[in-house]
């Protein structure tokens, strides 16, 4: 589903990334682990397109990258750190536009399922600028998946969220990664990510340097497994 | 999937109407602004009689580029705050949508603080030639030049550390042929010109408009482009 | 570290005589004028100085159509370069027609069509350095600068017309024998070889700080690299 070869990317004299190799197969959900400044929302923004590789290739969904980017981003949902919301429209008026933006036909049962989905059915009608939050990540997750997309992208989901808004989100995440869909997250939080991921990658200095699937770690230990990889 | 141009355009265009339909944020510090910039005017340049005659054109034109780049500021630091810029170009629409609908939201701002302005000033200085149909064309005209510059600017200005401050600076020393050229038709008109008077600055507005419109298209690629 | 091309030496040493060439002509060579005399000499220079500043801001247009196609770092060095230098020399220009203005139009400045361009296009200057210092990124920098010089570019030459439909009262000295404009004048053979030296001179001056301010950029380039390097990230 995704396909990096040789990935190089490059701000001004910096090198973010340094020949990247990275495969997923559908229904994967890879959580990508790695310490701060190694690279990760940069390759995570050049898979949602927003980046464009200096050197390398990349295919998401079977389009190549930045060249078939119009076809990579209708398959494509993203949630970052920032909520990509309106803050003085409503749940569902936010959800309305990027239906519009997506083109998506018979878009109000679409809305619907989604409020369902995320739980916020009942304050479909409120401002998101009242929203807290945990409930803000909930809508940004319902508006990445509105689409239906085949890939999904999380950029450090769980950043400033309480205990009680990170469980709810486990289960939104849960749900959503459920439905055949990949996934690749990053994520700080190596708990969460042991819980919700069935493949770990450690992404340092620009390339990955250890992979494992869930299946073939040493007492389900994710810390173990990460510590050595740095260590590498 | 994919949105026909016109459709998402027009998404945008919605949407930003309706959420400043809403909060009214930045129509209320433009129009604001722009009654105190008359004010200020007023007694700046002592606006009696004779000198509205000649300057009432030019008062109305530095207030709307003023008031403008308020609301240029404002209409791109909501697409960057939130990170709805990013969410703007992760739908699978043409980059270029993306631009005319937030230069179609900037026009229609200013064009309501102007439709709003113009009333008042006729009121408080009983100047009613503004209301003529050849200064609402010039007037609409000089916004279009104004606002497609101003959009791609403002675009490029909240990318920089000096953010909002230095939209300004970029933006008055590419717009001043709009500027100058508008002032000069809409001046001619109030003091009932011939129409060969206002020929030559409405034509350099035209091609103004026509160069800035298709430039500020082909460059937005390039502004919001990594 | 790369040596100092010896081209550039003798292009440096070639620039000072030519210079040196040029003010003998403007100031000993050159006819006094009968009715401004001697301070119409300030003419040649600045004439001389207009025209490589208006050179640079054309060039420093294509430089930034050719990052824009190309995106090699080498045309924003050359388009910034092409800015400061044309920058420095509408500075001159306009400094050296004001003392040409004062005797002329009895004025220092006037808000005449070529004057208010000039000092238009320093404003766009000045932003685009303001611009510039604003961004980290030097790809972003790069790709920024250049879409605000092409607008630039686009805007001034509409500037000018638009300014032109205020009657202008700056001379226009060549190619119009019979300048009406106050403090035209006719030039004489030897006038205009004067001239013709004088941008010869400048074109050579001009060339050499382009070429000196694009090696400046190399360089810079290069001790931020070995910076990284040392640094270890």
Not at chain 1, 85 to 114: C, H, K, W
Not at chain 1, 155 to 163: H, I, K, M, S, V
Not at chain 1, 195 to 208: E, K, N, Q, Y
Not at chain 2, 118 to 125: D, I, K, Q, R
Request: charged content about 15%; overall charge neutral; aromatic content about 10%.
């Amino acid at each position: 589903m995704i396909e990096v070869t040789k990935l190089i990317k490059r701000f001004g004299l910096k090198t973010i990334l340094r020949g990247l190799d990275f495969q997923v197969q559908p229904g994967e959900f890879v959580a990508l682990l790695g310490p701060n400044g190694a690279g990760k929302t940069t390759f995570l923004r050049i898979l949602a397109s927003l980046s464009k590789p200096s050197l390398g290739n990349v295919k998401v969904a079977g389009y190549s990258l930045p060249n078939q980017s119009a076809q990579v981003r209708a398959k494509l949902g993203v949630v970052s750190h920032l909520p990509l919301l309106y803050p003085d429209l409503t749940a569902e008026e936010n959800l309305q536009f990027y239906a519009r933006m997506y083109g998506i036909p018979n878009s109000q049962a679409r809305i619907t399922q989604v409020l369902q989905l995320i739980g916020l059915e009942n304050r479909r009608k409120d401002l998101v600028r009242t929203f807290s939050r945990g409930m803000s990540q909930r809508l940004a997750i319902g508006r990445a998946i509105l689409h239906e997309p085949e890939v999904i992208l999380f950029d450090e989901p769980y950043t400033g969220l309480d205990q009680d808004a990170s469980v709810m989100l486990d289960d939104v995440l849960r749900t959503v990664a459920s439905h055949g869909r990949t996934v690749v997250m990053t994520s700080h939080d190596l708990i969460r990510a042991e819980a919700l991921a069935t493949r770990f990658d450690v992404l340092s200095r620009g390339v990955i340097t250890a992979s494992i699937n869930k299946s073939d770690l040493k007492n389900n230990n994710v810390l173990d497994f990460y510590k050595q990889a740095l260590e590498n | 999937m994919k949105p026909s141009f016109l459709k998402a355009t027009l998404a945008i265009v919605q949407k930003d109407l309706a959420a400043e339909f809403r909060s009214r944020e930045l129509l209320t510090a433009m129009l604001t602004f722009s009654v105190l910039v008359i004010l200020i005017f007023n007694f700046a340049l002592d606006l009696n009689i004779d000198v509205r005659q000649k300057v009432t054109a030019g008062v109305l034109w530095t207030t709307f580029a003023f008031a403008g780049t308020l609301g240029l500021n404002r209409s791109m630091a909501v697409e960057k705050d939130r990170g709805c810029m990013d969410g703007l170009l992760l739908a699978p629409v043409d980059r270029s949508a993306i631009f005319f609908g937030k230069a179609i939201s900037n026009l229609a701002f200013m064009l309501i603080v102007e439709a709003i302005v113009l009333p008042l000033y006729a009121f408080f200085y009983n100047e009613f030639r503004i209301f003529q149909l050849e200064f609402i064309a010039v007037l609409l005209l000089g916004s279009i030049g104004y606002i497609a510059v101003g959009t791609l600017l403002s675009a490029m200005a909240v990318q920089t550390r000096t953010r909002e401050i230095l939209l300004p600076i970029l933006l008055f020393p590419i717009v001043v042929p709009v500027l100058i050229a508008s002032v000069l038709a809409s001046g001619a008109i109030i003091i009932g010109a011939e129409f060969s008077e206002i020929r030559a600055p409405l034509n350099l507005l035209i091609v103004y408009d026509v160069i800035f419109i298709a430039v500020s298209f082909m460059f937005f690629d390039f502004i919001v482009e990594e | 570290m790369q040596k100092k091309p010896i081209l550039l030496t003798i292009l440096d040493v070639l620039s000072i005589i030519a210079i040196g060439v040029a003010t003998y002509f403007a100031l000993v060579f050159a006819p006094t004028e009968l009715v401004m005399g001697e301070v119409q000499r300030v003419f040649y220079f600045h004439v001389g100085t207009g025209w490589v500043a208006l050179l640079g801001f054309i060039i420093a247009s294509i430089a930034g159509i050719a990052y824009l196609i190309s995106k090699n770092m080498m045309w924003d060095r050359f388009g910034l370069a092409a800015v400061e230098v044309s920058a420095m020399f509408f500075l001159i220009t306009i400094i050296l027609g004001s003392i040409w203005a004062r005797p002329a139009w009895n004025t220092w400045w006037t808000w005449d069509v070529r004057l208010t361009t000039a000092a238009i296009t320093e404003l766009i200057f000045i932003a685009y350095f303001m611009l510039r210092q604003g961004i980290e990124d030097p790809e972003k920098r790069a790709r920024f600068g250049a879409v605000y010089t092409l607008l630039g570019g686009l805007s001034a030459p509409i500037t000018f017309m638009v300014i032109r439909l205020f009657r202008s009262i700056h001379p226009v000295v060549v190619g119009n024998p019979s300048a009406a404009a106050q403090g035209g004048f006719d030039m004489s053979p030897d006038m205009r070889n004067t001239l013709f030296v004088a941008l010869i001179a400048f074109t050579i001056l001009f060339i050499d700080f382009i070429w000196h301010r694009v090696r400046l950029g190399g360089l810079q380039e290069k001790v931020e690299q070995l910076k990284l390097k040392t640094l270890g990230e």
